[in-house]
């Protein structure tokens, strides 16, 4: 009953483009046969799948059989290729800095992060540590990332955006810690990286490291990552949640660029709406990322454990700021003159 419903709004909105027209986007039949989603690196199984489930709904409601693929690696990696020249029609990164460079760039018009609901990011996640079973090393919280005896796997904040997350989760926690002295943060953090192992590049190289390589004591991990591990190997790995974490918000956005040159605007936009589904809700869900449809997570919180978590909008402000300050050339990451061992 819900995806009828869904498909007769989606057909009621082709009805109203195809009469009324939608701006400078101009048809390409050709070009429109294929689409692409240029994406993070930890949503490879989310958008396996569900490009399959939109793939339906969209031929039922329009009549057109689209290809829809999609690409990953490291969120700051999948933006310059689209700077770059890759065509995409959306992008679905690891956070919101990374869609502003493609704005910078001209390819996606300002106000992108309000065109969707919860600032176009239709699922979420947070920063967990995996550890091995049993919890060998007792780790229990930030504080244990600087401890001399755990070897820690964890990704680079000048190439993940996940890692930026990593990082401003732990900051979060020193300054709680401390009574919101920064220059304590500082330091916190600077003692994190100095004591981790490896800084890899993209979540799937941390999990080959962590888990094939059989590197590290604790892998500094997407909850969702996490959560996926566990259920394919409960007997082997375990999640630690701690005290603080930051709420993830990964940003999705129509390239406009590409989209009004393709003649697949409104296809591009309903691939994101449908996200907002209850059946796009409910593939967040199973594939380990917090839905943020309340009625859908409430269903699944034998899964997503509460914890605390805080915003960039709270804690910090504005992504451009934070990016600027902490992980631009000569930003405080920089500053930490550190000589990691990188893999």
């Not at 909105?13 to 009469?19: F, K």
């Not at 990953?72 to 992008?91: E, Y």
């Not at 190289?205 to 996490?226: M, Q, S």
Request: aromatic share 10%; proline share 3%; glycine share 6%.
């Amino acid at each position: 009953m819900l995806k009828k419903f869904l498909m007769a709004a989606l057909s009621a909105v082709l009805l109203i483009g195809s009469t009324a027209g939608c701006g400078n986007e101009t048809i390409s039949t050709e070009a429109s046969k294929e689409f692409l989603n240029v994406a993070n690196d930890p949503t490879r199984e989310l958008y396996e799948e569900y490009n399959e489930i939109f793939k339906d709904v969209w031929k039922e409601v329009s009549g057109e059989e689209i290809t829809f693929e999609t690409t990953h690696g490291a969120s700051g990696n999948q933006a310059l290729a689209v700077i770059n020249g890759v065509k995409a029609d959306v992008v679905a990164l690891s956070l919101a800095y990374d869609v502003y460079r493609i704005e910078k760039a001209g390819l996606i018009r300002p106000g992108w992060l309000k065109l969707f609901p919860y600032n176009s990011a239709p699922y979420t996640s947070t920063i967990v540590f995996l550890v091995r079973k049993g919890n060998p090393k007792n780790v229990l919280d930030w504080d244990d990332m600087l401890r001399a005896d755990v070897e820690i796997i964890a990704l680079h904040p000048k190439v993940s955006g996940g890692a930026r997350w990593n990082y401003l989760a732990a900051w979060e926690y020193a300054r709680h810690k401390n009574n919101g002295d920064d220059d304590k943060s500082r330091e916190f953090v600077r003692a994190m990286y100095e004591n981790i192992a490896v800084l890899n590049n993209t979540s799937r190289e941390t999990l080959k490291t962590f888990i094939e390589d059989r590197k590290g004591d604790v892998l500094i991990a997407w909850e969702n990552e996490a959560l996926r591990i566990v259920s394919e190997l409960p007997t082997e790995y375990e999640i630690v949640t701690p005290s603080i974490s930051i709420l993830a918000e990964p940003s999705i956005a129509v390239v406009d660029e590409v989209v009004d040159r393709k003649g697949t605007r409104r296809l591009a936009e309903e691939y994101i709406r449908y996200l907002y589904s209850i059946e796009g809700q409910e593939l967040a869900a199973k594939n380990f990322y917090r839905p943020r449809n309340s009625e859908v997570l409430a269903q699944h919180l034998d899964i997503f454990k509460p914890l605390v978590l805080v915003s960039i909008a709270d804690a910090f402000g504005d992504w451009k700021d934070v990016q600027k300050i902490h992980f631009d050339n000569g930003g405080i990451f920089d500053q930490f003159k550190l000589q990691p061992k990188k893999e």
